[in-house]
Every structure is written in structure tokens, then in C-alpha cells.
């Protein structure tokens, strides 16, 4: 029996494999389970949401907070919003339409801006280690070099370069066709994704682990440069309440690196070969619902002037203003 050219094969798994939309399995493929997740996932975005609004405004309506630190967080609540904001409300939305597919330019879609925002938030967290590194190592200098444009560039950098990363994994991903539609996550993951496609996949999961180490590892390090000397500084102090008020101004910052980079690290930096899906969905949910969630009350509670321009704000006539 004559064979087919190879050429004819790559074509009709092609033709085969074309897909327009894919189906999004949800936190769970058991109904009851599924409502519960839900409601979950609404109650920690609604909180997580009006957290970090609440401290946007607070920090714009209060001008003692107008300092490179609270520039800084500011951005990172915005960030925290957008990140949240690219997964959650469509799922909830497919939800209550009774409806669980997506078309596949939605999906690449929701991957890039998820990518994006997640990149951006990872970079950032670094720029605010090195903005409590000048503040404690280099106290005199401080508002010299942290000046409003040396601040708006150090915004831009996680920004640009988040896009810039995001865009490399889009486009690679559209070269890819896939077995199934039959997506077993809430929204389009990149690893859920590749671990879908029927094509040689070795580049992407290549790029995974270098852009993902210079978007997670690289400031991840810089982090740990910055917080070396800030502890030989804060070690050097004598008495133990100048310890305490020097650490505590980098405890909260050190609170959320931990959680955001302990559960990215444990579900993008290992073989996707390795990956079982009930273990990412759970580090999948901790980045995005429970760290962005958290972030706004691990700043407040730990933050003698975030806490008060808060009260501030809504215990005054600032908040009905604002509205």
C-alpha cells in the first residue's frame, strides 16, 4: 500500500485539529463542588477588589501619602485589580449564562492579558524592594534619586517588558494545534494550553522556563539583593524598638512576596510533564484570588498611615466625594 507524503499527513492533522473554541472545565467537573468554588471565588474577588480600591483612593485622597512607597503600592493594587479582573468575571459570567466555551481569540486573549498583568506584578514587587533598600540604606539620597520620573519609569519597566513577554508566548501559541478542546482549568492557562496541543511543544515549554525566569527568578533575586543589606542596616541599629521600626516597614512587602512567589514558583517552574491538575488549580487559585485578596490588609494592618488615611476616607465626606 502506496504512503501518503509526509507533507499530506501534517496537513490533515492540521485541517484535523483546527479549533474554534475550547471548553473551560471549571474548579471542578462536580456540580455541587463547582457552586461552592464559585461562591468562593466571588466572595474573594469582591473583597479582594474593594481592598484594593479602597486603597487607591486612599492614597490619592491623602497628600502625606503622596511619597514614592505609596506611588509604588498604588500601582500594585491597580495591578492586583487588572490581574483578578482578566479570569474571574468571565468565569462567573459563563456560569450564570449557562455557557462554558470560548472562542479561541478570547482565550489567547484572556492568556496574553493574564500574562501581562501577572508579569507586571511580579517585576513591580521588586521595584518596591529597591525603593525600601534606598529608603533605610540610603536615607539621605532618598528623595534625590526617587524622584516623580525616576518613579514613573521604574512603573514602566514592568509594564512594557510584561507585554513584551506576554506577547512572545500569544503568538507561539497560535502556531499550536490542539487533541482537545476540553480546557480542566477556569480560565486559559498557558500550561493548561500546551498540555493540550498535539505539536512539538518543546519551544514553548523552553520559553516558559526562560521567560518566566526573567520575569519571576530575576526580580525575585533582586529582591533578595535588596533585602541583604537592608537587614546587615537594620541589624546594626542598637536598641531593639529601632529594629522593630525599621522592619516593620518591609515586613508587609516581605508578606506578599512570599505568598505570591512561593505559589508561581511551585506551579510554572516545574516540567509540565510533572504538573497534576488538582495541585495547580489550588496554586492557581492562591496567585490569583487569595494573594491579590490579601495584599490590601496585610498592608493596612501593618501600616500606621495606610490604616489612617483609610479610616479617613471613610469615615469623612472623601469617600461620597469620590463616588
Not at 482549568?185 to 500550561?191: G, S, T
Request: hydrophobic share 45%; aromatic share 12%; with cysteine.
Amino acid at each position: 500500500m502506496p504512503r501518503r507524503p509526509q507533507s499530506q499527513n501534517c496537513l490533515d492533522m492540521d485541517n484535523r485539529t483546527r479549533i474554534s473554541e475550547f471548553v473551560l472545565l471549571g474548579l471542578s467537573e462536580q456540580p455541587q463542588k463547582q457552586q461552592v468554588f464559585l461562591g468562593l471565588s466571588f466572595s474573594l474577588y469582591l473583597i479582594g477588589g474593594l481592598g484594593n480600591l479602597l486603597t487607591i483612593l486612599a492614597i490619592v485622597s491623602d497628600p502625606h501619602l503622596h511619597s514614592p512607597m505609596y506611588f509604588f503600592l498604588s500601582n500594585l493594587s491597580l495591578l492586583d485589580i487588572c490581574f483578578t479582573s482578566t479570569t474571574v468575571p468571565s468565569m462567573l459570567a459563563s456560569h450564570l449564562c449557562g455557557r462554558t466555551t470560548m472562542s479561541s481569540s478570547a482565550c489567547l486573549a484572556q492568556m496574553y492579558f493574564f500574562i501581562t498583568f501577572g508579569g507586571a506584578d511580579s517585576i513591580l514587587l521588586s521595584v518596591m524592594a529597591y525603593d525600601r533598600y534606598m529608603a533605610i540604606c540610603s536615607p539621605l539620597h532618598y528623595v534625590t534619586v526617587m524622584s516623580f520620573l525616576r518613579c514613573a519609569l521604574l512603573v514602566a519597566v514592568p509594564w512594557t517588558s510584561a507585554n513584551l513577554i506576554s506577547m512572545v508566548h500569544t503568538l507561539l501559541m497560535t502556531r499550536l494545534s490542539f487533541c482537545t478542546n476540553r480546557i480542566p482549568h477556569f480560565f486559559c492557562d498557558l500550561n493548561a494550553l500546551i498540555k493540550l496541543s498535539c505539536s512539538d511543544t518543546q519551544v514553548n515549554e523552553m520559553l516558559v522556563l526562560v521567560l518566566g525566569g526573567s520575569v519571576v527568578l530575576i526580580p525575585f533575586v533582586c529582591i533578595i539583593a535588596s533585602y541583604t543589606p537592608i537587614a546587615m542596616a537594620v541589624w546594626k541599629v542598637p536598641s531593639a524598638w529601632g529594629k522593630w521600626k525599621a522592619f516593620s516597614t518591609c515586613s508587609s512587602h516581605l508578606c506578599v512576596v512570599s505568598l505570591f512567589y512561593g505559589t508561581i514558583i511551585g506551579v510554572y517552574f516545574n516540567p509540565v510533564s510533572t504538573h497534576t491538575t488538582q495541585r495547580d488549580l489550588l496554586a492557581t487559585v492562591m496567585y490569583t484570588l487569595v494573594a491579590p485578596m490579601l495584599n490590601p490588609f496585610i498592608y493596612s494592618l501593618r501600616n500606621r498611615e495606610l490604616k489612617g488615611a483609610l479610616w479617613k476616607l471613610l469615615s469623612g465626606n472623601r469617600f461620597a466625594n469620590f463616588l
